[in-house]
């Protein structure tokens, strides 16, 4: 009887043995021989901005999340609450010292983060950069909107709308290299494709509704024919559907604006702004995090003497555009 | 007796039990709950080049492996063997008629190709391009050098090596845009950051290394302060070598290469070639597959209508450069 009864221990023992070493088996198995790619749940990847409070990043976010979610990792949101150089190096620093498995950044400064991000790359933690670059830094990748390809997009659409003829105008900021950027690949594109267009002035907008709305009514004054106006960011696109409601122009002057802010969309909607252009915002945060993932598993291009000359990541990503239109516009509203 | 026996079965049912359902939960969880990005082995992605045997394609291809290794899928390479439009036009019909998960193509001629790479997007096989464009397609996105960004990169690694002064001089192919992209980045940045540094002379290489060696030889004899030639391609780049030694200028006037061919390499080993500038070529074949596997899986930007104007990847990446000197050269050898 007690003969029996070891018999049947050992049997028990073998089976216990036998679910531990299959766990340990499957483990491996799902993690190498059928491949795939996932992180732990205790990596933490962090994204970091200034004026935490704007609309412009809920997108950015969401395909920051969208990474995490697909490669099984934790994400985690911080920014400066003003527009702050100082207030965003103390954020930075702060994650720093958290020593996050990678860091995403949007520098308010193209110059004041640079030796703050070298600390955190000299430190092993890697870091890229969105929407708003730090070209002198060591980040690894510069993830943003082509802002020329943005322009071009824009004239095409303004052409199609127009028939391709006709005046049209530019509200911008001159002096800010995403705005001249835009405008130029605007003015570029209407001169090399489009013989029978012409750029009738271009004006001050200061990234404000109310002087959008006075410079786009002085235009749509001093030039009667004009037929389109194109403005290269948000606030001052509702002022230039505030002058052209205002000149009782509506249908008979195309607006195209930029960005996907409520109020855009709804002049959209209402039949006022005949386009904007959306950034790949979502397309930002999501590659941000699988770059950062790579360069944490040392998945990135195998190069052993990886030094300042070398680049284990693609260095800059045209994270490209969509063109929003009546059609359609609901697709855009914060869902 | 007998009841003893039944309850030690009973446990060791159990147990069973227990085994199977731990296998299947476990499997559950790897997939799902602890996220991760992995697809099947009957997923087969074919990357498409011309002249395949070249030996240029051989770290594209190291990269499209390495994703399709960490995500699970297989991968297959097919290219016309010779430099022939039809050729490439006929592979890729016959890489059509397979329906693969995803085509990374790179193509032989900007335009001929766009109507059979629309032909496999229309049939729901996601094409990326990588290397070589055809911008007329509906391909998703575009993989490749910034060969302007390459030739600043060449300008800054020269001044380096001459001090910032000096004559230098160009042998490139006036009239091929990568090559004009190349010249015209160095040239910038010359001018624009190294004002005790010009340009003597841009002469044709023709990418032929006979013809680059009599023009770097004419160049040496008529400019005899030249301190430093770009060549903006691999077979020039053994011209200007020989044309170096033949003038007895080993040393004394540093040549910037491109490309990693065994011959460059060989050159910078030995101390004729001073640098070069490598492609990010892994970056190429690794990101062209993980587009594609999004694409596929529909893991890309959000938005339910899905037209022509509307970018579910960034649409052009800059893949990077490296640059080889002495020190690195051999990380750079085919392994």
Do not use: C
Request: proline share 3%; glycine share 10%.
């Amino acid at each position: 009887m007690k003969k029996m009864m070891l018999v049947y221990a050992a049997l028990i023992l073998a089976f216990l043995t036998y679910v531990f070493m299959y766990r340990l088996e499957d483990r491996r198995t799902s993690a190498w021989e059928e491949g795939g790619l996932h992180g732990s749940i205790g990596e933490n990847y962090v994204m970091v901005t200034f004026q935490s409070g704007m609309e412009y990043w809920k997108n950015i976010l969401k395909g920051f999340e969208d990474g995490g979610d697909a490669l099984g990792v934790s994400v985690d949101y911080r920014g400066s609450t003003q527009y702050d150089v100082e207030e965003q190096i103390t954020v930075l620093e702060q994650v720093i010292a958290k020593r996050p498995a990678g860091i995403a950044l949007s520098a308010i400064d193209s110059k004041a983060l640079t030796s703050t991000i070298n600390k955190a790359v000299d430190a092993g933690i890697p870091v890229v950069l969105f929407d708003a670059d730090a070209p002198d830094s060591n980040a690894y990748s510069f993830l943003a909107t082509n802002n020329y390809e943005a322009g071009v997009a824009a004239a095409d659409k303004m052409a199609q709308l127009l028939g391709r003829e006709g005046e049209v105008g530019i509200i911008t900021q001159p002096g800010q290299q995403n705005h001249d950027d835009r405008s130029e690949g605007f003015r570029e594109t209407l001169t090399q494709r489009y013989p029978a267009m012409t750029v009738a002035e271009v004006k001050e907008g200061k990234g404000d509704t109310l002087v959008a709305k006075g410079a786009a009514a002085d235009m749509l004054d001093k030039h009667p024919n004009l037929k389109g106006i194109f403005v290269t960011e948000a606030s001052g696109g509702m002022g230039v559907a505030d002058a052209v409601i205002g000149a009782d122009k509506t249908g008979e002057v195309a607006i195209i604006g930029f960005d996907t802010n409520k109020g855009t969309l709804d002049r959209i909607s209402d039949g006022t702004i005949a386009a904007t252009i959306a950034q790949g915002t979502w397309n930002m945060g999501y590659w941000s995090l699988q770059y950062l993932f790579h360069l944490h598993h040392g998945l990135t291009v195998p190069a052993p003497t990886l030094g300042n000359d070398v680049s284990p990541l693609p260095t800059r990503v045209d994270t490209g555009i969509s063109i929003v239109t009546r059609e359609n516009v609901n697709d855009y509203y914060a869902k």
